[in-house]
């Protein structure tokens, strides 16, 4: 089996999507204590989160245009179309709320969370939101990797 440039940028795509969301889940544990002393880490970590949001986003964007045109036309023909029309739709459309999320996330991070609980909220519910979506996106290129799969394996009868 042969490793193709394809591949290589998808599992780029979804790991930095998964260190995303790793992130994210870091923020909220540590916001959920917050104090002075862990203030830092939760900042560097907010910031981590937006860095790889946006590199997911990037590195899935140049995929997405270069390389799923193919994959959504094999998808189309095999037994799981809905691969495409309902989740990698829905993928379509959900990709830029956890970036813009990411993106505040790491503003809102900077207030004084140890004493602001109000701020504190926001992040732990920004974060959250962060993580389950991310998790539902994550989850949804599964099943479109998948369709791709079982349209190869119908191919070939």
Known sequence: MRVTGS????LTHSTFGVFGILCAAW?????????EENAGRIRAMAIATAVFMAATWL??????????PLD???????PWPLAHTVFMETKEHLFFI???LSWYLMI????????????????????????????????SGAIIN????????????
């Not at 590195?59 to 390389?67: A, K, L, M, P, Q």
């Open 27 to 35: 923020v909220f544990v540590d916001a959920l204590n917050a104090r």
């Open 98 to 100: 956890p970036l813009v």
């Open 108 to 139: 809102a991070a900077r207030d004084a969370l140890a004493t602001n609980a109000l701020a504190r909220k926001m992040v732990l519910w920004v974060a959250l939101l962060i993580v389950l979506i991310g998790l539902s996106i994550e989850g």
């Open 59 to 68: 590195v899935g964007g140049y995929w997405y245009v270069r390389f799923y």
């Open 146 to 157: 998948h369709g791709v799969k079982v349209a190869l394996l119908d191919s070939r009868r």
């Open 72 to 78: 959504k036309a094999l998808i189309l023909r095999g």
């Open 7 to 10: 591949d290589i940028i998808l």
